[in-house]
């Protein structure tokens, strides 16, 4: 059977941005399928002990802004460090992903665009308009898409990712599920091929 890797994210989160075509490209190496699961990573701070960026320490927040610079150069991937509309609310935008997955579309090229619409092109993905333009551009049935977005069924899609993602030890986004074993964050990406090239089993805390 194909390995199958649960996908938590937000698309307001720029280590998910940095991250998602290197989990694309190890994904289609071995074969494997993706779930994406947007989710509400507030929550998911909430039960793993981060705090929101305003909250850390200074040193925190600025080791952060080195580490963005530092994997958009080696990912080759454009990033505007402080971007005009971050932070902002990425509901509908996550919403319209969790409806492309129910209509049985790949939503990975809508994701993509809406990450660099925030991070690299100033964009703000809270507003309707981008959002359908970013639907329209990768393809999508935009109205269809954007109404579904908003139904109970991707509301509750949303809160069942989220505490899928909170019980498989989700610290923050983004988090690859395989086998149950999570893989916090973009830097984890090799770490997740070790383990599909070599077929081990998952690690637990024991």
Not at 6 to 20: A, V
Not at 127 to 149: F, K, N, S, W, Y
């Amino acid at each position: 059977m194909a390995p199958s890797i649960d996908y938590y994210f937000t698309l307001i989160s720029p280590f998910s941005y940095l991250g998602h075509k290197a989990l694309l490209a190890v994904a289609d190496k071995h074969g494997a399928s993706i779930a994406f699961k947007p989710m509400n990573l507030a929550d998911v701070f909430a039960t793993s002990g981060v705090v929101p960026i305003p909250e850390r320490p200074v040193s925190r927040q600025n080791y952060r802004l080195i580490e963005l610079q530092r994997i958009a150069d080696f990912r080759g991937l454009p990033l505007t460090l402080r971007p005009a509309h971050f932070p902002t609310n990425p509901t509908l935008a996550n919403g319209a992903v969790a409806a492309i997955g129910a209509a049985g579309g790949d939503p990975a090229d809508f994701m993509f665009e809406a990450f660099q619409a925030c991070w690299a092109n100033e964009r703000d993905i809270s507003q309707p308009e981008t959002v359908r333009e970013l639907l329209e551009a990768t393809g999508h049935d935009a109205t269809a898409i954007i109404a579904a977005a908003s139904s109970q069924e991707v509301v509750a899609t949303m809160a069942e990712n989220t505490e899928a993602a909170i019980a498989a030890g989700a610290v923050g986004a983004p988090a690859y599920v395989l086998q149950g074993e999570p893989f916090w964050g973009q830097d984890r990406i090799d770490y997740l091929d070790h383990a599909l090239s070599t077929g081990r089993g998952p690690y637990t805390p024991g």
